[in-house]
């Protein structure tokens, strides 16, 4: 499972330079993307932009960050899901047109990109990169053509399906908007003397902000002069927030919708027990993801919270040579057991989930070796059965091993003792979110918006809505 | 005066790969345009590109050479005219539309470039760069909508103002325009298995080709498949060659447009010392560019030949520190005078161009304190009196030493005991090619083509020459 | 708080190259020094050394790896004490002299280096670099003018002063010395056809080998053709190991002289609370030192163990601007709290040592402003009083806060509503170790080896001792 | 024929910042070594230096050139002839001994270096790079033990054999050394407000500064305090200055034991003429470094001076594919010829040396192809019949073709139509110099020094000449 992206807006009502704040918040959303770091700001007269491949600090200097004047501006953190690892499709993508610059942070997925550039293409236009972005530009200038923005969004959102969030700067106004079902997070802070918005409220509390509420799906935020004013252009009967946010991506101590991840994590793990009771002497979690619902398996079953495995901080950019156990000497890079913590003792292992299971079963080897002697799986999500066509990089559907295995067959896989999954009510009372309003397509096959060769889940938007 | 774009194509009709040999011939052209340099292949399928800011050897190493496959492609090296310095703007530039791909390498400069954007942006069309060459490729995917190649070609022509070289893959197909005044070069050279086409016969040489001739004024070739096709899409009654390329720009080895540079600079070296006769112990001129001039003007004068000044190879990305003396230390980090072959004696200084003049005041100081008696400066061009629009990338007006002041102003400000241009009559007669053919706008103020606010020297092609 | 040096040595007894197993030991130990990473192989008739500034997979690539060719080598790590941040005081050293070559790999720190440098410098030797290194390169090479290896590197025990865990190739043997007092780690690690020694059995880990057990204070191994063999070169009444390798220092998964650090920590933080009991809601340790000695806590308290801080773990070469809240800014920018999880809650907060104060009152006030109703403080280890001049890096005694300040002062610095340290006889038996073999200089300001101006915990080693 | 060294020292009487200076003398000598540069400064305290691999502006930017605090410094840029390319062999060298720090540069090669290793080595010495340097270091601060400095360096001449121009920094104060015959050049020039010595006049000419004399043969010059000390420390009856300075490595414009290297350069062309007169249509150079001897030649036989051949100014870091062609690759990257100037005529090819033959025969079948009728070489260089011991990497004896061919031979290997060498006699007239003072060692096979395997062309110096 690999990440995506990471967007961030910054209003200043007075001078306050913007680069250097969105260069913390990204700072803060860095675990959403490491291939490329981008910032754009607007002066009131004409937009700067820097970006590059590598980690926020590799991309930015001091100097860098001084040189970009303008007190609005907007930042992206990115690992491609769409769009191949190139400079080209670095983020903010700037483009002009007839009435002057438009700036695009984009966090999320078109499921219908193929077909709206097509059409595009159709009528004579061209494309420089393979990036939904660039779609979205052409159609958010086409609308524009011809009204304004409220209505060039609203006409937007109807042609857009997927998820996005998107922090736009027309000209020197900040653009908030989030998809009509809230798939990827974006929230409102208040900063000194400004606003921001930002995919996770950790990138608020960076800037020593205060988390105002969510941007509402279907909502467009706009942001000048130190005032925001809110449109919300479309409203959906239900939502469809991401569960994997919660389950393995956002930040721990990020709200998301109005819960705390952590939180979220830490009833995932007291749920996990309900659910899958077992005798054993530790819980121990696969570093980092496993380790709040590790926490609260303990807290519940009352077995000691002990570390088994210790993660090696420096995993980077290590190679490794071809060869018969590579992919043995590729785990042991990244975790190494604490021998004495596991040896000759039964041990609930928890992980956030379970993709193809190899890795799984590569831990479970390394622990085996190192004297454990049982050991009980416990998942933090439900088997994932299904691809995701949204934003999170999962793996094919070939590849997911709980897309052919049952439970059993899974366990038989990764040489567990026992196997258990959190079910996905107990996922979905953890979280502490009605299931209508949670994208849970990868657990259920059935996605919250039309997906050619899949099940839709719900009924989708009718035009009258927006 | 600095450098701008050079251009080149290449088609094997077997599988020899294209990319090494744009590799070489790129770094033929490298004096052509130092800022970034790009290489884009197509392998019948897709295209790949690989590009970057820096010379042709900091851009490609050799396995990135081996990554791009495909035995047709094409190859840019750029220093801006217009366009800021960004990656953003190097080239070839790719763009997908409708039917395919088309990637673009562009040599030249529009005049009209903002007013065709301007048009463009009207019809809902947005724009990621700055560059002419995004431009031009709407334009061409526009006429290509409702027209076959030719025809689409035909039509950009219509609309393009001002030189254009342009090499193009339209999918696995490589095309060269050559703009209908043939302002700047373009040549067709045959090679082992294939066909190229690049700014100068020189990177013809580099790959053991063969100089084959020119591409037209108003021509079009198609290779494919180890044949290449002409189209004649326009006919203009008078060409308008850059004679810059002749005096500067272009390497001595090439033959451009049936002169090859070194003859003519021989040339304007003999006409020079015809029109401004001096008596002098030795010639020397101002390296590198003034050599050849210089040598021919001691052939027809007699006077001996000898190497006054010296530059230093290594110039490069030396800094200065600001200070008093900063410009002079500046001239004599890049030129050192070997003070006994000048001291005490008569001195006929020969240079390819006086810009703003404040150079050549500085080499002739120098000079004069290596102990010159008398320095006699005498100029491969005539006095520049107006900017170049395009593609040389000269200076303003104002900053034009000649366009304020007349030969003996001149004289004065750089401090020579004499100074002769050459005459318009004597360049041209030089060069080898009708007046009526050349552009010497720079020369006289009055340009080929219709610049706002400056004369144009000749009836603009109707629509019918179309 | 600052780290200092690893080091690792490999002998293979068959042709399996060694440079790639150091690649992956160093790597293990990358926890141990960041500022740069060398590896030197033997390969029977010549030594190939490459080391470089930053970490390990920046400096070595696997075409470097594969170039160095040996069945022998050893690698090190380093983060400065002595010795400025230059190329030329990267390790391992190589010195050609009489008989050969040596390098060598040094983690430790010599108290009486300047005297020693002094006393050669006497003699008409020269220095290149300002490193201990040199010095004990010296001092080897001049005592095996006369004597074998063993009675040279006993001559060398006789003169060093202070910590020091050498690694040395003397051609293609490996060597392996642990000073007399067993100040600094060493193990010694059996892999598939060899033996390897290092800093910590984390290295051993990672190649899939097996911990034998520590090299012992005053022992020389000496590795060659699949066989080591050891000599006692010193027996010392007493040792010193350090104890802030448990505390702080070292993986929490590796086991230093017998004891697993994980564990140490573990019964630290149960101490803790033994000694310093409180009511509270929850444990939250100051990740990632902290946390270990949390979950002991939590565990003997039965107090919910808690995070209540997250670390970002892309901290690192962020640049912070100057002004007002800079300090501030930087420890939000390594910490944020996890708001609902101290919101209004007693918090037990475990760090595992203190040492200028500064950055705990940071920490406590971004929790205080986070809603923390009240927060004690609890530390892994004693109050530190005196700075450590054995390698590793605290502070000047000027700038210990516990030098200065009584508990009840520190408490107030730090803002915590309580403080409590371990005590000394609790540290050392969480330690498991007796009080007379471990360092605890920076503790009572007592060292084990004479230092001027500071007094000594115990009598010297006789030379009779040796 | 490879670089080999060049060194300078910089002494202000005033505060004026030294690094600034030795950066752009350093610059004009790049010609010397492209592979490394250093700058070491003194401020009166200590010592800073900073070196690294690469070009000069490569190594040094302008805020490392201000942090180089210091009135007095030396500098140096290297292409080893001795000593790999490591960071570690760099050069200035920087000791701390007894009595300070010491800094040296030296431009050379010794030929009893691995004598002296072997016997410093014996005394229990170390080295730690494999450098001639190094070497110098240790002998020198041997001697410094119980001898001023006058004494010590006038001892240090008696042990080394071989080319040595010495620049030293001991603390504060630049010393200057050349060897007793003169071999390498180093010159002194008085700069506004101190002193400067450098390799080659052209270091003082890019500082604006006035060439007083060349660093006599056995000299030591120690500057200080605005004022310079000269001490005759050995009178040599001969001297033994290198004559391929002449020929072909230093610059044109340098004057060199009082001689203008173009000077000779251009007299070496009119005596090639009259030594081996020819009819022919053209002269033509091998560029750069045939350049000023064909003006003469052309002078001398009033054959028409012309480009044939083009070189490009940007090669470098090209790479070449492996295969058939790569060799012609690899020339036809560097030269082009210019065709229409050499078709169908009968041309000069003037050309400084020849070594191998091969690169001399390539050019020669480029030529043909392009059509020239006949070729006739003519050599600035007597032929190479043996290799260079001291200083000029040129090849091994085997290598050379004119150790192994006579005149006739090595026409035929270079498929020359005829071929000329310039005479010993030629040569020595052309440089101006007594034949007992040139070192001719490569055209005769016998050494101004005793090497071992080698005839010696003089009686050595007697230790009573010292």
């Known amino acids: 499972m690999h990440e995506e992206c990471g967007v961030v807006g910054v209003s200043y009502s007075n001078e306050t330079p913007s680069a250097l704040s969105i260069y913390y918040a990204l700072y803060a959303l860095q675990h959403r993307g490491q291939e490329s770091a981008g910032i754009t700001v607007h002066d009131g007269t004409k937009v700067s932009t820097l970006k590059g491949m590598g980690l926020v600090p590799d991309v930015f200097n001091k100097g860098d960050i001084q040189k970009l004047k303008g007190h609005v501006g907007i930042g992206h953190v990115r690992y491609s ?56 530009a052409h159609l958010l200038v086409k609308k524009l053509m011809h009204s304004d923005l409220d209505e060039a969004v609203r006409e937007l959102m109807k042609r857009l399906v997927g998820s996005y969030s998107l922090v736009i700067l027309v000209d020197n106004v900040l653009v908030a908007v989030r998809d009509p079902l809230g798939i990827k997070p974006l929230c409102l802070g208040q900063i ?92 121990s979690p696969v570093p980092d993801s496993g380790i709040t619902a590790a926490i609260g398996f303990s807290k519940r079953s009352g077995i000691d919270y002990m570390e088994g495995l210790m993660k ?84 094919t559907r070939e590849e997911l091993v709980a897309a052919h295995k049952a439970v059993k067959g899974v366990e038989a896989v990764i040489n567990a003792d026992s196997l258990g999954y959190i079910s996905i009510d107990g996922l979905v009372s953890s979280i502490g979110l009605p299931q209508d309003d949670l994208c849970i397509g990868c657990l259920t096959g059935a996605y919250p918006v039309e997906i050619p060769g899949e099940k839709c889940s719900r009924r989708q938007l009718k035009l009258s809505e927006f």
Do not use: W
């Open 192 to 283: 000194d003397n400004g606003y921001m918005v930002a995919s996770e409220s950790a990138a608020v509390d960076i800037l020593n902000g205060t988390l105002l509420r969510d941007i509402a799906p279907g909502e467009m935020l706009i942001i000048k002069g130190g005032e925001y004013e809110s449109k919300q252009l479309v409203r959906s009967k239900n939502y469809a927030h991401c569960v994997f946010e919660y389950i393995y991506f956002a930040r721990p101590d990020s709200v998301i919708d109005g819960e705390l991840v952590y939180s979220v994590r830490m009833r995932i793990g007291q749920t996990l027990f309900s659910e899958h009771p077992v005798k054993a002497d530790i819980v």
């Open 81 to 136: 899901t769409t769009g191949g690892s190139k400079i080209e499709n670095c983020q903010p993508l700037i483009v002009s047109f007839k009435s002057g610059t438009i700036a695009i942070a984009h966090n999320g997925n078109l499921v219908n990109s193929k077909e709206l550039r097509t059409e595009l293409e159709k009528e004579g236009r061209i494309f420089l990169s393979d990036s939904d972005t660039e779609v979205i």
């Open 312 to 395: 090696n901080r420096y995993i980077g950019r290590t190679f490794i040579m071809p060869g018969q156990d590579m992919r043995e000497t590729a785990v042991r890079l990244k975790l190494n057991t604490i021998k004495p913590n596991i040896e000759g003792k039964n041990v609930v292992l928890v992980d956030d989930s379970i993709v193809r299971g190899t890795t799984s079963r590569r831990i479970i080897d390394l622990m085996r070796k190192s004297g454990a002697r049982e050991i009980h799986m416990r998942v933090a999500s439900p088997p994932i059965i299904s691809p995701c066509y949204l934003g999170i990089d999962m793996a």
